[in-house]
């Protein structure tokens, strides 16, 4: 039985349907939990819960609609997981017992990192593709599905972001010819990338603050992000997912590495120009996601985990010259 049909039939067997994507929520995520939601809905008649452990950032909240997600775990007999390597990214802050209540429910796996564990008992994991809502954007083809706008700006939205606007290393002839057919059927791509980049003065604020922080050694370039400039700029955690590429555009950085400070640890993002595997790199402290670019968490105050991670990218570095 093909994957595709073992999910209708998943989800049309199923009475109480959550669809989680992972903690701090990003574009392709978020847009994803969309998508599928408007999946279950067209083959049940009715809504699934949508659910995020963390909140949903306020600059995406032009997409949802009449949407929403909740972050209470709720009862449900199927969870269709998105953009989420691993159960614990959608469940990060349930205790092991729970968590093995939660994975032996039914669940769909829907994802495109490299780094994801094939959990679930159907899996759609495609790691050649540029963002979940690439996969979304070929089961809804294949399943014959319309796609209507609101659909149609979703799967735009998700491409856009993961891609980094369609320049990143991931971006493919696929997802380009994708975008390109989303457009014929509706999607205006001005007014959506300007509401998805658009910036506040406090995040600006913050911005200039870390980058102050930037350091560059042995190819390597790091910067940090701690509560304090945070405070200071009035600024949020969400407003600095992508200042790592500032670090990736100058010239000279093989490797980036952006440090966040969080209350119970260090939120570590890592990018590469292909020198080393930041995703194998990433695995070994518990966390993934793609050759290029990876992120972990690790229970260590900032400093510590700067040189740990330094150290590691460097002896990384080392071995492959």
């Known amino acids: 039985m093909s994957s595709l049909r073992r999910l209708i039939e998943t989800i049309q067997k199923s009475k109480r349907v959550l669809v989680g994507t992972h903690i701090d929520p990003d574009c392709d995520g978020i847009c994803a939990a969309l998508v599928c939601g408007y999946l279950v809905h067209y083959y049940k008649g009715r809504k699934p819960v949508l659910y995020c452990s963390s909140p949903i950032p306020s600059k995406f909240h032009f997409l949802m609609g009449n949407w929403k997600f909740v972050r209470r ?18 469940f990060p802050h349930v205790d092991e017992p729970m968590r093995e209540g939660l994975i032996s429910k039914s669940i769909v796996n829907i994802d495109h990192h490299r780094s994801n564990n ?25 399943l014959h599905i319309k796609i209507n706008r609101f659909v149609a700006d979703n799967l735009y939205c998700g491409l856009y972001s993961d891609t980094g606007g369609f320049v990143y290393p991931n971006t493919s002839k ?91 640890g260090t939120r570590v993002s890592l990018r590469s120009d292909g020198i080393i595997d930041v995703d194998r790199l990433a695995r070994r402290y518990g966390g993934g996601g793609h050759r290029l670019a990876a992120g972990l968490r690790m229970q260590h105050n900032i400093t510590t985990a700067k040189e740990k991670m330094f150290s590691a990218l460097l002896k990384e570095m080392r071995r492959k010259a």
């Open 73 to 90: 775990i709720p009862d449900f007999d199927l969870l269709i997981a998105v953009d989420s390597a691993g159960i614990s990214r959608v």
């Open 118 to 142: 094939a959990f679930g008992r159907v899996s759609i994991v495609d790691e050649h593709a540029s963002s979940t809502c690439e996969i979304l954007y070929r089961i809804f083809k294949r």
């Open 174 to 264: 696929k997802a380009l010819k994708i975008a390109t057919e989303l457009v014929g059927l509706g999607v205006k791509p001005t007014s959506l990338v300007k509401r998805l980049n658009v910036k506040t003065l406090a995040g600006t604020l913050l911005l200039s603050e870390v980058l102050r922080t930037i350091e560059i050694k042995h190819g390597i370039g790091s910067m940090y992000l701690t509560q304090k400039m945070l405070r200071k700029s009035r600024g949020e955690m969400v407003d600095s997912e992508n200042f790592v590429s500032f670090l990736q555009a100058i010239g000279g950085v093989r490797v980036s590495l952006f440090l966040r400070e969080e209350r119970h």
